[in-house]
């Protein structure tokens, strides 16, 4: 069965810094892998997929993803943070069971920003 | 164009109550997903509707739990009877699955807040 893990439950950075969140997964096939952000009483919002291709992916917001297989990784970067980047982050595994799809969400970092 | 519609938005009742959560997914969407979202559990996948058939209830924490989908544009998850422990965040999603073999981005509700006393 696939699983998501995110090593970091809390990551402090001051404003304008560089941030790297990690993920590893485990997954027996291609896995299909997603970053979500949730801020503060909303649900989820999605930054970024990777499905095949360009390991490394674009995604909203100014953020950025690497694929990274030898090491089953999926790390979320940004290079300069604001502010308002302060939320929940979640990495997520993509699942293709017979005829569904199914996502599995690790357990979150939280992501403090200091002005 | 609206987003996911979750109702109510929080709800407090006391143990052995019933508790009926509502969720209107994008219009065009062909796939709903209910979560529940705790501190010690994180995000966990409960129910997973396809074209309004349930496919995969193997998250479903126990027979208190049940959910419906009796068209494309209405789901709901109901506890009956609620207890303490059902006290979480619960998320409805939904998705289109353009390709049959690729899964579809999530949107989510911004979630039902429930409290059991």
């Known amino acids: 069965a696939q699983s998501v893990t995110q090593p970091d439950i809390h990551i402090t950075v001051s404003e304008g810094a560089s941030l790297e969140l990690r993920c590893n997964y485990s997954?027996?096939?291609?896995?299909?892998l997603f970053w979500y952000v949730q801020s503060p009483g909303q649900g989820l919002q999605l930054l970024l997929k990777?499905?095949?291709?360009?390991?490394l992916v674009q995604g909203i917001k100014g953020f950025e993803a690497e694929f990274k297989r030898s090491q089953s990784s999926f790390n979320l970067r940004k290079p300069s943070v604001h502010w308002s980047d302060a939320a929940e982050y979640f990495c997520?595994?993509?699942?293709?069971?017979?005829?569904?799809?199914?996502?599995?969400f690790g357990p979150g970092t939280s992501l403090s920003v200091i002005p | 164009d609206a987003g996911v519609i979750q109702s109510p938005r929080h709800e407090v009742t006391e143990m052995g109550q019933e508790v009926t959560l509502r969720c209107k997914p994008i219009s065009g969407h062909n796939s709903l997903f209910w979560y529940r979202q705790t501190m010690m559990r994180g995000l966990e996948l409960l129910i997973y509707?396809?074209?309004?058939?349930?496919?995969?209830d193997s998250g479903m924490p126990e027979d208190r739990f049940s959910a419906k989908m009796p068209n494309a544009s209405f789901s709901t998850l109901k506890i009956q009877p609620s207890e303490p422990r059902d006290s979480a965040v619960y998320f409805c999603?939904?998705?289109?699955?353009?390709?049959?073999?690729?899964?579809?981005?999530?949107?989510f509700g911004e979630g039902s807040r429930l409290t059991v006393l």
């Open positions: 997954y027996g096939a291609t896995p299909y």
């Open positions: 999603a939904s998705s289109l699955a353009v390709q049959r073999r690729l899964p579809g981005e999530l949107f």
């Open positions: 997520a595994v993509g699942s293709l069971k017979t005829s569904y799809d199914k996502v599995i």
């Open positions: 509707f396809n074209n309004n058939v349930p496919i995969d």
């Open positions: 990777y499905f095949s291709g360009d390991t």
